[in-house]
Nanobody, 115 residues
Framework: QVQLVESGGGLVQPGGSLRLSCAAS????????MGWYRQAPGKERELVVT???????NYADSVKGRFTISRDITKNTVYLRMNDLKPEDTAVYYC?????????WGQGTQVTVSS
């Protein structure tokens, strides 16, 4: 079972930046894919970005050019750098790991973009 611990959420003004972290309990190269999803109040959870073990990425159109996923294998950690944040980016952000067709989720971290 893969355990995920997220950190880095908070309150930021429009145009600001945040970096989210997701620490996995095992070697992230043993995980087929990791990524970030988000859920805004009253909406369904949606994909933000995923990265496979080989490094292929898939970004939602709404975040392309603003968000960047990266990883540090020495720390078994995946990061989400979010720039030029907009109020519509406000949501709970969840880290996801998919291993052998099983999905694992972190506890979520709140990101609020407001002036």
């Amino acid at each position: 079972q893969v355990q995920l611990v997220e950190s880095g959420g908070g309150l930021v003004q429009p145009g600001g930046s945040l970096r989210l972290s997701c620490a996995a309990s095992e070697n992230i190269f043993s995980i087929n894919a990791m990524g970030w999803y988000r859920q805004a109040p009253g909406k369904e959870r949606e994909l933000v970005v995923t990265i496979t073990s080989r490094g292929s990425t898939n970004y939602a159109d709404s975040v392309k050019g603003r968000f960047t996923i990266s990883r540090d294998i020495t720390k078994n950690t995946v990061y989400l750098r979010m720039n030029d944040l907009k109020p519509e980016d406000t949501a709970v952000y969840y880290c996801n790991a998919r291993k052998r067709d099983v999905n694992y989720w972190g506890q979520g971290t709140q990101v609020t973009v407001s002036s």
